[in-house]
T-cell receptor, first 111, second 115 residues
Framework: DTGVSQNPRHKITKRGQNVTFRCDPI?????LYWYRQTLGQGPEFLTY????????KSRLLSDRFSAERPKGSFSTLEIQRTEQGDSAMYLCASSLTGEQYFGPGTRLTVT | AQSVTQLDSHVSVSEGTPVLLRCNYS??????LFWYVQHPNKGLQLLLK??????LVKGINGFEAEFKKSETSFHLTKPSAHMSDAAEYFCVVSDPSGGSYIPTFGRGTSLIVHP
């Protein structure tokens, strides 16, 4: 068990560019979550997978955001046409029995 | 529906004194409750969890929490604060009986520890 990993750890991009983040969950965990966190706030739910199925998606998530978990293992989160308001920490978590295990996050800065 | 309220946005203590971080929850059925800690620029780490077994739950780093159904509370305590405890703490409720595995996070309590 090597924990949840996320790549890259930091990403700086220009407004309008697309970015993609990867999350590798703990291997036997069937649930995977994406959150966004801004300074001084708690994690904000974005979307959730059970195995390869995307079961829930936040109503706050614009259509510029898309996530996949093609084989029920790793997941990717893509943001198209980034805006400065997308600057945040993007956290991934995985779960099997209820408690979530979080990765270190990807910090996105949109200039 | 589920919700969680962390009653203090900031708590300031002196090193060696007790810590109390307050959390109240609302849930339709029997929830699972968690406390997570987040140090600056790090991911969240699970401190402890309650899942309908013993109401007094012991966690890592000397922290514990007591589930009180009558008060709908799950306060986090530690007898003696250490400088390394300075961090952001999140109380989380999860109630899958409603068909959703989406937990609800509190807004966080920043613990400040003075030497």
């Amino acid at each position: 068990d090597t924990g949840v990993s996320q790549n890259p750890r930091h990403k700086i991009t220009k407004r309008g560019q697309n970015v993609t983040f990867r999350c590798d969950p703990i291997s036997e965990h069937n649930r995977l979550y994406w959150y966004r966190q801004t300074l001084g706030q708690g994690p904000e739910f974005l979307t959730y997978f059970q195995n390869e199925a995307q079961l829930e998606k936040s109503r706050l998530l614009s259509d510029r955001f898309s996530a996949e978990r093609p084989k029920g293992s790793f997941s990717t989160l893509e943001i198209q046409r980034t805006e400065q308001g997308d600057s945040a920490m993007y956290l991934c978590a995985s779960s099997l029995t209820g408690e979530q295990y979080f990765g270190p996050g990807t910090r996105l800065t949109v200039t | 529906a589920q919700s969680v309220t962390q009653l203090d946005s900031h708590v300031s203590v002196s090193e060696g004194t007790p810590v109390l971080l307050r959390c109240n929850y609302s849930s339709s059925y029997s929830p699972s409750l968690f406390w997570y800690v987040q140090h600056p620029n790090k991911g969240l780490q699970l401190l402890l969890k309650y899942t309908s077994a013993a109401t007094l739950v012991k966690g890592i780093n000397g922290f514990e929490a007591e589930f009180k159904k009558s008060e709908t509370s799950f306060h986090l305590t530690k007898p003696s604060a250490h400088m390394s405890d300075a961090a952001e703490y999140f109380c989380v409720v999860s109630d899958p009986s409603g068909g959703s595995y989406i937990p609800t996070f509190g807004r966080g309590t920043s613990l400040i520890v003075h030497p």
